[in-house]
């Protein structure tokens, strides 16, 4: 069973910065995908950041230029750095990994921005 642990959420000002960081179990090589997703009161989950197994990366339009994902397949590590930080992206930040056969999800870490 994988695990995903996800840390480094706060509260932060706006235009602040802050770096979350997933732990995974296993080791991420396995993975097709992993990515970043936030979920805002009375909102759907979204995907913030995607990276693939080759290091592609993919971004909501919302964190575009300032939002970077990135892997550390040594470490099994993914994080997100998030600069620039508005209001409007707070919320809980998950972590999740995808196979050819389902998607794993982590418990997630609260980001607060004041405004």
């Known amino acids: 069973q994988v695990q995903l642990v996800e840390s480094g959420g706060g509260l932060v000002q706006a235009g602040g910065s802050l770096r979350l960081s997933c732990a995974a179990s296993g080791s991420i090589s396995s993975f097709n995908y992993m990515d970043w997703s936030r979920q805002t009161p009375g909102l759907r989950r979204e995907v913030v950041a995607r990276?693939?197994?080759?290091?592609?990366?993919l971004y909501n339009d919302s964190v575009k230029g300032r939002f970077t994902i990135s892997r550390d397949n040594a470490k099994n590590m993914v994080y997100l750095q998030m600069n620039s930080l508005k209001p409007e992206d707070t919320g809980v930040y998950f972590c999740?990994?995808?196979?050819?056969?389902?998607?794993?999800w982590g418990q997630g870490t609260q980001v607060t921005v004041s405004s």
């Open positions: 990276i693939t197994s080759n290091n592609s990366e």
């Open positions: 999740g990994a995808s196979t050819s056969f389902r998607h794993y």
